[in-house]
């Protein structure tokens, strides 16, 4: 099975750095997806990841440490529109077959 | 269609009411997965299918509910009975294999 842990809320300023960590442990892995979420509205796809390293993407960047099961989502600049929640979700495998499990989401808060 | 679309997008049922929420995923997407998401939670996981095959439900919460994908690409989850805690997102999503999944915009279920 799959366990996937991330804090539930953040808050950070305008124009500010926010870091949101994701740990997990697994059965199997084929990757993990970093996903952006409106309120209302269905999750969006921003980063993946399969090695180890960072991934950079404009203002969003994301890491990967394999060995220690943990990731995280950087956002640099931050603007009011990142206010959102952002999901951690593992690829693994599990009684031989695909699956993709989400954390519960952290719910970052970007004030002025 | 271009994305995963899902109907209704709003259902309010009375309690003891069966309902049926639809998706379509993405042409020739092979994994179709269906998703439960209470408000301010990221979303838990009820059901995965394989083209027509269901390999995995384990996360369906009771034998009140059932999904279907009898030709591989549609797929309906049916809630029979409905009670309030059924209230929530049901999110559907599609991907080609354990890559990116694609969501759709859920159907918010509220039951009165």
């Known amino acids: 099975g799959q366990n996937i842990d991330q804090p539930t809320e953040m808050t950070a300023t305008e124009g500010a750095i926010v870091q949101i960590n994701c740990t997990y442990q697994?059965?199997?892995?084929?990757?993990l997806f970093w996903y952006q979420q409106h309120a209302g509205e269905a999750p969006t796809f921003l980063s993946y990841n399969v090695l180890d390293g960072l991934e950079e993407k404009g203002r969003f960047s994301s890491f990967l440490s394999r060995s220690k099961g943990y990731s995280y989502l950087l956002l640099k600049e931050l603007q009011m529109k990142d206010s959102a929640s952002y999901l951690c979700?593992?690829?693994?495998?599990?009684?031989?077959?695909?699956?993709?499990?989400f954390g519960k989401g952290t719910m970052l808060l970007v004030s002025p | 269609g271009a994305g995963v679309s899902q109907s209704p997008r709003y259902k309010v049922a009375k309690r003891g009411q069966d309902v049926a929420l639809r998706c379509d995923p993405i042409s020739g997407h092979v994994s179709l997965f269906w998703y439960q998401q209470a408000l301010g939670q990221g979303p838990e996981f009820l059901t995965y299918?394989?083209?027509?095959?269901?390999?995995?439900k384990s996360g369906l919460p009771s034998d009140r509910f059932f999904a279907e994908r009898p030709e591989g690409s549609v797929s309906t989850l049916k809630i029979q009975r409905t009670q309030q805690e059924d209230s929530a997102v049901y999110l559907c999503a599609s991907s080609l294999g354990t890559d990116e999944a694609f969501f759709g915009q859920g159907t918010r279920l509220t039951v009165v």
């Open positions: 697994t059965s199997g892995f084929n990757g």
């Open positions: 979700a593992v690829a693994g495998v599990d009684s031989g077959y695909s699956t993709l499990t």
């Open positions: 299918f394989q083209n027509e095959a269901q390999l995995d």
